[in-house]
């Protein structure tokens, strides 16, 4: 099974900031990883799948990328509303794993 | 506008079994694959299980495999969960959630508002 290791698991950063969130598959998953925002109390939201294509609906300030088998996800202007944990999902192969996710607060 | 709507949750004893469904509308739920995803409380999403557009093809995590069931009903628009034997790591809430695809290995771009199952004697 593919694991995927998301790091760090909680950050806190200023607003204005530009903040990075890694995830590390165990295995090649080519380009298909997904981004997810999940507010809290709500339900989980796609933000970014097949490592880059951003949701319509979000800010340009989201953005994916990739290094081999390591994931970024860099919000570029850190804002209020970003507070969230954000989770990381293989979507090349079952079992569909997510990472353990990221907790972004402000500081 | 897509919805997807839980039901089934409720308290329920280890070893014991329980039925989750999930009702999808304002799509062709035909032309897309299914998944369940559950989150413990105050923990991360975990991936349950997943079936493509046509229930053929079936996919499960391990912690699922061989305990639970997943199956879809493609003339009511349905999804269901047959959890059976039970345990306390599977309390959590559970969330219906749309594949992108049909076959059943992609993405999750909707999701329902979850269903919490708690499992405790």
């Known amino acids: 099974d593919i694991q995927m290791t998301q790091s760090p698991s909680s950050l806190s950063a200023s607003i204005g900031d530009s903040i990075t969130i890694t995830c590390r598959a165990s295995q090649d998953i080519s380009y298909h990883l997904a981004w997810y925002q999940q507010k809290p109390g709500k339900v989980p939201n796609l933000l970014i799948y097949?490592?880059?294509t951003l949701l319509s609906g979000f800010p340009s300030r989201f953005s994916g990328s990739r290094s081999g088998t390591d994931f970024t996800l860099t919000i570029s202007s850190l804002q209020p509303e970003d507070v969230a944990t954000y989770y990381c999902?293989?979507?090349?192969?079952?079992?569909?794993?997510f990472g353990g996710g990221t907790k972004v607060e402000i500081k | 506008q897509v919805q997807l709507e839980e039901s089934g949750g409720g308290v329920v004893q280890p070893g014991r079994a329980l039925r989750l469904s999930c009702a999808a509308s304002g799509f062709s739920f035909t032309n897309h694959a299914m998944h369940w995803v559950r989150q413990a409380p105050g923990k991360g999403l975990e991936w349950v299980a997943g079936i493509s557009y046509d229930g053929l093809n079936k996919y499960f995590a391990d912690s699922a495999r061989g305990r639970f069931a997943i199956s879809r009903d493609n003339s009511k628009n349905t999804l269901d969960l047959q959890m059976n034997s039970l345990r306390a790591e599977d309390s959590a809430v559970y969330f219906c959630?749309?594949?992108?695809?049909?076959?059943?290995?992609?993405?999750?771009?909707?999701w329902g508002q979850g269903s919490l199952v708690t499992v405790s004697s």
């Open positions: 097949s490592t880059s």
């Open positions: 959630a749309r594949g992108w695809d049909m076959l059943g290995e992609g993405y999750f771009d909707y």
């Open positions: 999902q293989n979507h090349h192969s079952a079992p569909l794993t």
